[in-house]
């Protein structure tokens, strides 16, 4: 391979920026070529390949505003709240589970939930879990609309 030494570091140092797919796009390079470049790469000693196939992966499917979002703890969607880091330590974890609240639901029982909430504070749970509907959404299941007090997610989501 007749590739000089600077020109070797300059394709690995682009890949690992930024990833196969734009180095084979700017360097007019095949992947396979590319994988030629990588060996000889570490062969020689060259560059910073180092780098774990499956962090390139996550790279090249997000956006660099994605990734910051995501190093910081963040959620991907803007205006999103930023995820909880939950720290256990200890031998064993208490779990809450509640499950279809139906937030926005005409039946849907505002003190039955905070009442959850309080027995789980009080049983020292440490993390809590839902499943099951969270809000109830709009079916359109034949009389569903009589039964809701808030119309579509977005207002069902700002309750209670």
Same mark, same amino acid.
């Given at each position: 391979?007749?590739?000089?030494?600077?020109?070797?570091?300059?394709?690995?140092?682009?890949?690992?920026?930024?990833?196969?797919?734009?180095?084979?796009?700017?360097?007019?390079?095949?992947?396979?070529?590319?994988?030629?470049?990588?060996?000889?790469?570490?062969?020689?000693?060259?560059?910073?390949?180092?780098?774990? $196939?499956?962090?390139? *992966?996550? @790279?090249?499917?997000?956006?660099?505003?994605?990734?910051?979002?995501?190093? =910081?703890? %963040?959620? /991907?969607?803007?205006?999103?709240?930023?995820?909880?880091?939950?720290?256990?330590?200890?031998?064993?974890?208490?779990?809450?589970?509640?499950?279809?609240?139906?937030?926005?639901?005409?039946?849907?029982?505002?003190?039955?939930?905070?009442?959850?909430?309080?027995?789980?504070? $009080?049983?020292?749970? *440490?993390? @809590?879990?839902?499943?099951?509907?969270?809000?109830?959404?709009?079916?359109? =299941?034949? %009389?569903? /609309?009589?039964?809701?007090d808030q119309l579509g997610y977005a207002q069902q989501s700002r309750r209670p």
């Amino acid at each position: 391979m007749g590739i000089s030494k600077e020109k070797l570091q300059e394709v690995i140092s682009y890949y690992v920026h930024n990833g196969e797919k734009d180095t084979c796009q700017a360097f007019g390079i095949t992947e396979e070529t590319l994988g030629r470049y990588r060996r000889k790469a570490r062969e020689k000693g060259v560059g910073c390949d180092d780098m774990n $196939k499956t962090m390139r *992966d996550i @790279i090249e499917m997000y956006s660099e505003d994605e990734l910051r979002a995501i190093a =910081r703890g %963040g959620r /991907i969607m803007p205006g999103a709240t930023k995820v909880p880091v939950v720290e256990f330590s200890g031998k064993h974890i208490k779990v809450g589970h509640i499950t279809d609240t139906h937030i926005g639901s005409s039946f849907f029982n505002k003190s039955r939930l905070f009442q959850a909430f309080e027995e789980f504070r $009080k049983e020292g749970v *440490d993390f @809590i879990t839902h499943s099951g509907d969270v809000t109830e959404g709009m079916s359109g =299941r034949p %009389g569903h /609309i009589y039964e809701l007090d808030q119309l579509g997610y977005a207002q069902q989501s700002r309750r209670p």
